[in-house]
């Protein structure tokens, strides 16, 4: 009985979310503001080469996500976005494909919706004059969650923190509402499909929460946090709390801190639990090149995201030149390593080695 209440206010939620931006899209319709709102167009070709030391047999490089074959040339991401800015009624489609795309769209991601494969984002957003603005997005989306994105050019280093490769997930299929209630402070809810998948697998919701301070020009706390079931048809519930700090002090230097705790209930007693933390600052000289350091550690409690009980700890060099306005490249030194001596494969195919080094290339042009 409490299911199907559960499911009939779920029904109601979803349906006046798009019921309110229906009836904005259709209040605009006659209005000739919308026609003078254009269509932007960008978007990004990402290509890498990456070298492992350890020479492993598969080419893979171990616990990393998109920059994941080595000594071969790889197309990360080639991406194209059409947007329309709200005002009142807009839309976002990201079409993207490269390996990074094919890792977010997995077939255990996607299900039997494989004609999603190459649709990174697709959502209508539309601001509904209440106050200082209701922001409503209804469809697929990247995660609210965690401080680095997919796109390699939104990051400060060329790849992914463990953090982000195992702490948090990549995209949701539902509904957000954001509001401003002054300069300083927003805060945003979050109703989802459940965490990387198309089809919910169960019969609850996945639920969100996003909360940013941003007292002065040169901080920022952002509080983030997801919950709900996500093995099928369980009630068993996923918890993740995420933490940003974003810091830049002086015009060149800028600062970021990433802490993340998850939990998930496990049957028939007990929880599994990972958390991490990863700071990075970045150093900018002059007007085209950039000095960037990551370091961070990552404790897989019960070895529930990466398969084993293991701390895994990295650091990463990172130095970007630009040789114009829509193309950098940055060449990057990264080293992993593991409490477990049986985390990283060697040149023979076995999971011999506590650690790896790898060396990378990337070039991202964005127009």
């Given amino acids: 009985m409490n299911k199907k209440i559960i499911s009939i206010s779920q029904i109601i939620f979803k349906a006046g979310i798009f019921l309110i931006i229906g009836s904005v899209v259709w209040a605009q319709s006659k209005d000739s503001t919308i026609t003078n709102n254009p269509l932007l167009i960008n978007g990004m ?104 994105v997919i796109e390699s050019a939104g990051n400060v280093n060329y790849s992914r923190s463990i953090l982000f490769t195992y702490a948090v997930p990549y995209f949701h299929l539902g509904a957000m509402a954001s509001y401003p209630f002054n300069s300083q402070i927003t805060a945003t809810i979050y109703v989802y499909n459940g965490w990387n998948n198309i089809i919910d697998n169960n019969n609850d919701k996945t639920l969100g929460a996003e909360f940013t301070w941003t007292p002065s020009p040169v901080f920022t706390f952002i509080q983030n946090w997801i919950g709900g079931p996500e093995e099928p048809n369980s009630t068993k519930k996923r918890h993740v709390f995420d933490s940003i700090i974003n810091f830049q002090p002086t015009d060149e230097l800028y600062f970021n801190f990433n802490f993340d705790y998850g939990q998930e209930a496990m049957t028939p007693s007990g929880y599994s639990i990972w958390k991490g933390a990863a700071v990075i600052g970045k150093y900018s000289i002059g007007q085209s090149s950039i000095i960037a350091l990551r370091g961070e550690v990552y404790d897989d409690v019960n070895g529930f995201t990466t398969g084993i009980t293991q701390t895994l700890k990295e650091i990463t060099f990172t130095y970007e030149y630009k040789f114009a306005n829509s193309l950098i490249t940055r060449l990057e030194f990264r080293r992993d390593w593991s409490n477990s001596a049986y985390s990283f494969e060697d040149r023979n195919g076995n999971l011999m080695k506590d650690n790896q080094n790898t060396i990378l290339i990337g070039s991202i042009y964005t127009f």
Avoid: C, W
Avoid at 45 to 61: E, G, L, R, T, Y
Avoid at 89 to 103: C, K, N, T
């Fill in 45 to 148: 070709v990402d290509v890498n080469f990456s070298k492992n030391f350890n020479n492993p047999a598969s080419h893979i490089n171990g616990y990393r996500n998109f920059d994941v074959t080595e000594n071969q040339f790889d197309i990360n991401l080639v991406k194209v976005t059409f947007q329309k800015i709200a005002s009142p009624v807009g839309f976002r489609i990201d079409l993207a494909g490269g390996h990074a795309i094919d890792l977010v769209n997995s077939d255990v991601s996607l299900g039997s919706e494989k004609s999603l494969r190459n649709i990174e984002q697709a959502y209508l957003t539309a601001v509904i004059p209440v106050g200082n603005g209701l922001t409503i997005n209804g469809g697929k989306m990247s995660t609210h969650m965690g401080a680095e």
